[in-house]
């Protein structure tokens, strides 16, 4: 209950603030920072100053086109702006800074957040941790699967890396709990030199995560622009509407998977619905000076995935109780490792050789 409680308030607070969640050991500037870039529409620099990013000429992106089969999708390598112009009503002043990104190999992600029933098929009851919160609960078969911890999720993709005969991403030292149960680990650390050299399933990057979830697109979402509001946090988004689960159409409740329309990789979800593990630690200061290649969010080398006292976790996608601008492709929320609800998910991803 205490960790569910703290992942729920966290969310809330992100969406208040206007920013990804604030955690413990940030300091009150970056706060006021947050709340005026989010609740007041964005900063949008000085006179005369590009609202966006321009990629430079060797940043090339291929045409996103949907080839899924088994419930992954194929996500082609190459070049993106990462982050929100400073005009994008909803911005996090600081930590949505655009860079330039180059994600060198192409990889694999599942269609869907995880759901039931993939959970269910490597053997696995569902949580005990669970407990419901909003209107209800999505018990279905092709529910996202909700209740895991940064713990489970990678735990999760090691198992489901053995099942195909592929080496394991993770090493998970030092646990105590059961997957779906309390687990904590006092280490987690790659199997291989990084995130990207893994062979079998892991979370995504942040970098993947937004890349894959753009699918070519600049604006918000990859529908469209987000619609400014200056009234309660929770409205209509018109191209929101088309492609997720927000807290304006889900009744407070997650719902089953690949109901709303899909982007051009094929993805469904990837704005609302359930929030999404990553591996990254939340940078709240940005992603740091770019360009970027292939950058795997971690502050720390040598494969080391722990978080350290006063880091939080990313996830990605926002979920069915908040806001519209928290589903926009460059939000990132924040959770301690141990944070559960039936709002955060799994999505995996493969690198790929071919």
Known sequence: MRQLRLAIERSRRSALAGMVVMGCGRSAPELRDAIVSGSAGGSHGAAGAPSSLLPS?????????AHCDAGFCRIEAGCYVMGAPKDEWGRGAISSTQVQVTIT?????????V???????????QPKQHTEIGAGDCLEPSCPQGDVNFFDAVEFADRYSKKYGLEACYELEGCSGELGDQLACTSVRLSAPSVYDCVGYRLPTEAEY???ARANATTAFYSGPITQQTGPDCFLDPNLESIGWY?????KRPHLVAQKQANAWGLYDVSGNANEWCNDIYKPLGYGEGPLVDPTGMPRTG??????KDEDRVTRSGDYLM????????????????????????????????
């Open 247 to 251: 807290c304006y159409n889900s009744d």
């Open 210 to 212: 937004e890349y894959a």
């Open 303 to 308: 494969g080391d995935l722990t978080a350290q």
């Open 57 to 65: 000429a060797t940043c090339k992106q291929p045409r996103a086109e």
């Open 115 to 125: 759901t039931r029933a993939q959970w269910e098929a490597l053997g696995l009851t």
């Open 105 to 113: 190999r192409p990889f694999e992600m599942t269609q869907t957040e």
């Open 323 to 354: 806001p519209a601008y928290v589903s926009k492709n460059d939000w990132h929320a924040s959770f301690t490792d141990n944070a559960f609800g039936p709002n955060i998910g799994i999505r995996l991803v493969r690198t790929l050789r071919e």
